[in-house]
C-alpha cells in the first residue's frame, strides 16, 4: 500500500513538474512566431519604401537641379567679381539691343523684290509715271527708295537723261546701303569688349592671387584658387558674351547682304524701263 502510494505521488509530481515547462515552451513558440509576424511586416514596409523612393526622388531631382542651376550662376557671377561681371553684363544687354534693333529694322525693310519691279514697269509702260511714284512712297524699304529717286527724276524734264538717272540710282543705293549697316559699329565694339573686360579681370585677377601669395608667405593652392577662380570667371563669361553677339551679328550682316543684292538687282531693272520709257532723253 505505501508502495502504492508511493508510485502515485511520483506519477503527480511528475505531471504537475511537466505542465508548468510545456506551458512555458508554448509560450515561448507563441512569442517566436509574433516576432517573425513582425518581422516579416517591416520587411514588407522597408520594400515598398524603397520602391516609392526612386519615384520620389525622380520628382525632387528636377526641382533641386533647378534651383541648384540658378544658385550656381548666382554664386559664380559674384565669384566673378561683381564689378567687371557687371560690365560684361551690360556689354552684352546693349550689343543684344542693337542686335535686335536691326534686325527688326532690316525685316521691315525686306520686300518681294521681283512682284515690286514688275508692278512697277507695267505702271512705266503704261505712261503713269506719277502713278509710279504714288507706289514707290507707298512701299517700305531701300527698293522703293532707289525706284522712287529714279521715277522722279524720269517724270522731270531736265534730269530725265539716263545718265543723270544712273548716278541718281547710285547715290541712292550708297545711301539706302549706309542705313541698313547703321549701328553695326556699336555690335562690333561690344564684341571686342566683351572679352576684353574679360582678360581685364583675368589679369586683375591674376594679380589678386599674387597678392594673396606675398601676405601668406607661401604658395599653395589654396591661396592661388580665389584670384585664379575670378580670372577663370571673367575670361569665359566674357567670351561667351563675344560669340552670342557675334552670331547676331554674322545674321545681320547676312540680311544687309541679301539688301545689298536686291538693291542692285532693282538698279538694273530701273535702268532698263528708263531706257524703254518715252520720256527718257536718249
Known sequence: ???????????????????????????????????????????????????????????????????????????????????FMSLVSIALVLGLAFCIERVIYLTLAQVNTRKFMESLREKVEA???????????????????????????????????????????????????AYLEENCSWITLFIAMAPSLGFLGTVIGMVQAFDDIERAGDISPTVVAGGMKVALITTIFGIVVALILQVFYNYVLSRVEALNNNMEEAAMSLLDMCVKSPKCKK
Open 127 to 177: 505712261g503713269k509715271i506719277q502713278e509710279a511714284i504714288d507706289f514707290c512712297a507707298g512701299t517700305r524699304g531701300p527698293v522703293a527708295q532707289i525706284s522712287k529717286k529714279a521715277m522722279v527724276n524720269l517724270n522731270s524734264n531736265d534730269q530725265n537723261d539716263i545718265a543723270t538717272i544712273e548716278r541718281s540710282i547710285n547715290i541712292e543705293a550708297e545711301v539706302q546701303g
Open 1 to 83: 500500500m505505501k508502495k502504492y502510494f508511493a508510485i502515485v505521488a511520483m506519477v503527480a509530481a511528475f505531471t504537475f513538474g511537466m505542465t508548468p515547462s510545456v506551458v512555458a515552451q508554448d509560450e515561448v513558440a507563441d512569442e517566436a512566431a509574433v516576432a517573425e509576424q513582425v518581422d516579416s511586416v517591416a520587411e514588407e514596409a522597408a520594400d515598398s519604401v524603397e520602391a516609392e523612393a526612386p519615384a520620389v526622388e525622380e520628382a525632387v531631382a528636377p526641382v533641386e537641379e533647378e534651383q541648384g542651376l540658378h544658385k550656381t550662376l548666382k554664386t559664380k557671377f559674384i565669384e566673378g567679381d561683381a564689378g
